[in-house]
């Protein structure tokens, strides 16, 4: 979908910047405005790994789809998904049933737009708050065919929870899901003893836009997801888990303040 084609989308405004186009523009992609691209390039003045980092978060999403595809997994539940474009989870796993979702509602009414009438993938608005009375709506059930073995995909939400609510996010798909169910998710950390003014301008940001933007120890994370438990493959750091190069990640994508960023697999027993 061209720009153009965006401005047919009911309530859209191309001199507002979005977050989900602005996720799009940072991953290479086309459906945004020049405002989305403009408020792109800002943070990535602020922080220039920005572009990498969110690249390869995607990539790692793309991977667990396809492991978990070999796995078996033939229903996947995202939350926060942002626009379904540049490979997201249904491109790559086209014979699934893939349920999108986000709490924004202009977000949901441009991936539907972008979707079009695929029956396998659905897109609807979920509160990550509320995401054990969202897996019970009847038209999720109906989507998953009454299938609670699944595998879930939470790809870079966490830092916009407090601790108090990503226990209860984590608790609720617990609840809810099927033993042998699986959980992609994701984890984004520093070292809290550093700082820079760089560092505080973007994620002062996220706070004007009045998103809360923290980040917790590694250990923090884990705790969070229990009694989800790491797979086999266990925690990575996201360039492990891509079986990227040592060189990757260089002193200089860490910002001046230890950015690191971890992907893992849960499983429930």
């Known amino acids: 979908m061209d720009p153009l084609e965006l401005n047919r989308v009911p309530g859209i405004n191309p001199q507002i910047p979005e977050a989900s186009r602005i996720y799009d523009y940072t991953l290479g992609g086309t459906h945004n405005f020049e405002a989305d691209r403009r408020a792109a390039e800002y943070l990535f003045s602020l922080l220039p790994s920005t572009p990498k980092w969110v690249r390869m978060l995607r990539t790692c999403l793309r991977t667990a789809a396809r ?100 226990r209860r996010f984590f608790r609720a798909l617990y609840d809810w899901a099927a033993p042998g169910s699986k959980l992609f998710t994701t984890f984004e950390t520093k070292d ?26 590694l250990p923090e994370y884990l705790d969070f997801c229990s009694p989800w438990t790491p797979d086999a493959e266990g925690v990575k750091t996201v360039r492990e888990f891509l079986a990227l190069p040592s060189g990757h990640i260089t002193e200089e994508d860490r910002e001046g303040v230890g950015v690191e960023f971890y992907a893992v697999v849960l499983e429930k027993r």
């Open 67 to 166: 492991r978990m595809s070999m796995e078996g997994f033939e229903y996947w539940v995202d939350f926060g998904s942002g626009l379904p474009t540049e490979e997201h989870v249904h491109t790559v796993l086209s014979d699934a049933r893939v349920l999108y979702s986000d709490i924004n509602p202009l977000t949901i009414a441009t991936a539907k737009h972008l979707l079009g009438n695929n029956p396998n993938v659905r897109y609807l608005e979920c509160d990550l708050r509320q995401a054990g009375s969202f897996l019970q709506r009847p038209d999720v059930v109906d989507f998953l065919q009454g299938e609670r073995r699944v595998a879930f995909g939470a790809n870079g939400i966490t830092v916009f929870l407090t601790a108090e609510e990503n």
């Open 192 to 217: 809290p003893r550093l700082s820079t003014p760089q560092w505080e301008q973007f994620v002062g940001m996220f706070q004007r836009m009045g998103e809360l933007f923290h980040l917790y120890s």
